[in-house]
Every structure is written in C-alpha cells, then in structure tokens.
C-alpha cells in the first residue's frame, strides 16, 4: 500500500510564495518518479512538475518554469514543491503523485495524494 499525505496549501497574496510538502509511505519511496498536478474547477487536471529517481532530473510546465521548483529527500520519503512568484492563475487544487517514469501524462503516475487547496488572490 503506498499513501502520499500532503501539506502546505493555504491562501496568499499575488507575488507571494507557498512550499508544498508531500510525504510517502514505504520503504521503496527512491524507485518512484514523483510529480506535481493541479486542477482547477471546472478545468482538467494538469501537469506541474515532476522528479526523477535520484532527483537529477527535474521537469516543469512552461506555466510555472522559472517560478516553480520540485525537489525530493529520498531519506526522508518526501517531495516539495516551492512555489515563487506566485499568480492568481496558479490557483487550484495542487496533487502529488508517485509514478514509474519521467513523465507529463498522469497515466503515468499509479497514486495520488488527497491534494492541497492554493489559493491565489489579486
């Protein structure tokens, strides 16, 4: 059974930053590609972020390259995702997830966390 928790979410001023926790349970956290979604009401769920095993490999949205970044402790079971700059746009239902490769779809991705509310205000 893996179970991803996540923490973090809140409201915040336009320009402002959140830092996004996600902790995993088990004991294989390294074999697992991790990525960051979001969705919108009313809109699809989208792709954010996502980190390789090891963590060399980082990928992001064109939306939010350069504001955000996605990061990992393979010790400690847990990714981030710090959030900069942040846009109303950005507003949205924020998920983690853990997958089997470095990838953009969420097919890829096997679970998912309960997501975290960010919210955004001009």
């Known amino acids: 059974q893996v179970q991803l928790v996540e923490s973090g979410g809140g409201l915040v001023q336009a320009g402002g930053s959140l830092r996004l926790s996600c902790a995993a349970s088990g004991r294989t956290f390294s074999r697992y590609v991790m990525g960051w979604f979001r969705q919108a009401p009313g809109k699809e769920r989208e792709f954010v972020a996502a980190?390789?095993?090891?963590?060399?490999?980082?990928y992001y949205a064109d939306s939010v390259k350069g504001r955000f970044t996605i990061s990992r402790d393979n010790a400690d079971n847990t990714v981030w995702l710090q959030m900069n700059s942040l846009k109303p746009e950005d507003t949205a239902v924020y998920y983690c997830?853990?997958?089997?490769?470095?990838?953009?779809?969420?097919?890829?991705?096997?679970?998912w966390g309960q997501g975290t509310q960010v919210t955004v205000s001009s």
């Open positions: 980190i390789s095993r090891s963590g060399g490999n980082r």
């Open positions: 997830a853990q997958g089997g490769a470095e990838s953009s779809s969420r097919y890829d991705y096997a679970y």
